[in-house]
């Protein structure tokens, strides 16, 4: 666990639990927390994906820990094949073996499940939807999340540093059509900053959804002096590159120019996102809306998509993590989530559902909003009748 922390640890959380100074053995079963500062959330993040647990002295990578398979092959970026864990600490699982090939084109995919090829597919497309639905003996499964895609304007340069720029984009999308044509029914409206009502307590239903006004938008791309920008796109979430599209158009109807540059998803993370000034992002749901804003838009944050520095908003994310009052913690969430509709470089039109399939004859698929097929935790509990 001492392995996320450290100046010297790689892990994608390290920053989310800066709070713990060390873990310390206390019993056979049990492990003691020291934190610098308190952190009622810390029971929620230790069940996220990211925080998954290895062996004292183990190695990272080689596919050997308590879950209830065990790895046998794993080819990276073609397939992996995994035996049942007979010594499982709870009771071994129903399948005798899982095996899963990467199917990285999404129409390809969705035919090897509607064929029969394979028994689930993760990511569907929306567009994909009504092939699945006209299918026999298969079906779509559709959960409400808070996992969101969006367009990144940085902050630190232009033409995201004019805060009018960043309205205008912000006021140009059509967030019922979004909605209603590009995820066809399978999502919600987003409004600038990624907490979604899948947060329950901590969403402001407050904070009124940012309404669809090309007047706002032009009259705020006037003030900002602008008239032409580039938005380099790849397809790094479900109709990402459709809400591009519209927003092209609908600038071009109030006299913006936006260049939309296609750029591949390999290498798009390393070389395009937090790089170029205007950039495409996907994020899935985090454990808490804490996790959330403190890894997207937290001062300073690896990956803060924007470069958004506000010293409020790195404040409230460590007070509303000592406050138990509902009421208390719910004013704290309220006041950074409309800190970050008003004043970040994000562009949030959508909250996704989780889009996948499964044949008719698999059973136990668990329904968990945090990712695809039951947050990754699917191979503990499904079996199949055939």
Not at 321 to 350: F, W
């Amino acid at each position: 666990m001492n392995r996320h922390l450290g100046d010297d640890s790689t892990s994608a959380i390290k920053d989310t639990l800066s709070f713990i100074n060390e873990w310390r053995k206390v019993g056979p079963y049990e492990v003691k927390a020291e934190l610098n500062t308190p952190n009622a959330d810390l029971p929620i993040l230790l069940g996220g994906l990211y925080a998954l647990k290895v062996i004292k002295n183990g190695t990272n990578g080689d596919g050997i820990g308590t879950g209830p398979f065990v790895l046998q092959d794993f080819s990276p970026g073609i397939r992996s094949l995994s035996t049942r864990n007979e010594n499982y600490w709870r009771s071994p699982a129903h399948l005798d073996a899982i095996e899963i090939f990467a199917i990285t084109d999404p129409l390809v995919r969705v035919n090897a499940v509607v064929s029969g090829d394979i028994h689930l597919a993760a990511e569907i497309e929306p567009k994909s939807i009504a092939q699945i639905e006209d299918a026999p003996n298969v079906s779509i499964i559709s959960i409400p999340t808070g996992a969101w895609n969006g367009i990144c304007a940085l902050k630190n340069t232009d033409p995201g540093s004019s805060d009018d720029f960043v309205k205008a984009m912000q006021h140009i999308q059509d967030r019922e059509r979004i909605v209603n044509r590009i995820l066809k029914g399978h999502g919600s409206a987003g409004n600038d900053h990624p907490i979604s009502s899948a947060y329950g307590a901590d969403h402001c239903h407050e904070l009124p959804i940012r309404e669809f006004d090309p007047d706002k938008a032009k009259f705020h791309l006037d003030k900002s002096g602008i008239d032409s920008a580039t938005l380099h796109v790849a397809p790094v979430g479900a109709g990402i590159e459709e809400v591009c599209l519209l927003m092209q158009v609908n600038l071009a109807k109030i006299g913006f120019d936006l260049n939309i540059k296609r750029v591949p998803n390999d290498g798009y993370w390393s070389a395009v996102w937090r790089v170029e000034p205007m950039n495409v992002t996907s994020w899935s749901m985090r454990p808490t809306a804490n996790a959330m804003l403190s890894q997207a838009l937290a001062p300073g944050a690896p990956w803060n998509d924007s470069y958004w520095d506000n010293p409020r908003m790195g404040e409230l994310l460590k007070l509303s993590l000592a406050e138990l009052d509902p009421d208390k913690r719910h004013a704290m969430y309220c006041e950074m989530q409309t800190l970050v509709h008003n004043e970040s470089g994000m562009i949030i039109p959508m909250h996704l559902n989780i889009l996948d399939a499964k044949r008719d004859s698999v059973y136990g698929l668990p329904s968990n909003p945090l990712g695809n097929l039951g947050a990754s935790e699917y191979p503990e509990f499904v079996w199949l009748d055939e």
